[in-house]
Nanobody, 116 residues
Framework: QVQLVESGGGLVQAGGSLRLSCAAS????????VYWYRQAPGKEREFVAV???????????YYADSVKGRFNISTNNAKNTVYLQMNSLKPEDTAIYYC??????WGQGTQVTVSS
């Protein structure tokens, strides 16, 4: 059974950092693109970042304009985990963050709250 489990969310002050993790079980991330999305209260789910599989040496990454230069997506193949390093956090980054992979599997989400 394929599962994605996010962790690492929490409450942080503006300007702070958090690292989110997305751990997969039942399937490896190899050969798959892995996405991070987020959904703020009252808003639609939006794309945050993606890492496109291109071999064990790493993949190309793309970011939403709103997080470019502040967030970084990376993988640990040995741990079958994808990370989202979030720096210089802003109150508008407050949302539930979701991992998406294997075409249409979603994790349960992890809450990120940034106080001003």
């Amino acid at each position: 059974q394929v599962q994605l489990v996010e962790s690492g969310g929490g409450l942080v002050q503006a300007g702070g950092s958090l690292r989110l993790s997305c751990a997969a079980s039942g399937r490896t991330f190899s050969s798959y693109d892995v996405y991070w999305y987020r959904q703020a209260p009252g808003k639609e789910r939006e794309f945050v970042a993606v890492i496109r599989w291109s071999g064990w040496s790493g993949g190309s990454t793309y970011y939403a304009d709103s997080v470019k230069g502040r967030f970084n997506i990376s993988t640990n193949n040995a741990k079958n985990t994808v990370y989202l390093q979030m720096n210089s956090l802003k109150p508008e980054d407050t949302a539930i963050y979701y991992c998406n992979a294997f075409s249409n599997y979603w994790g349960q989400g992890t809450q990120v709250t940034v106080s001003s």
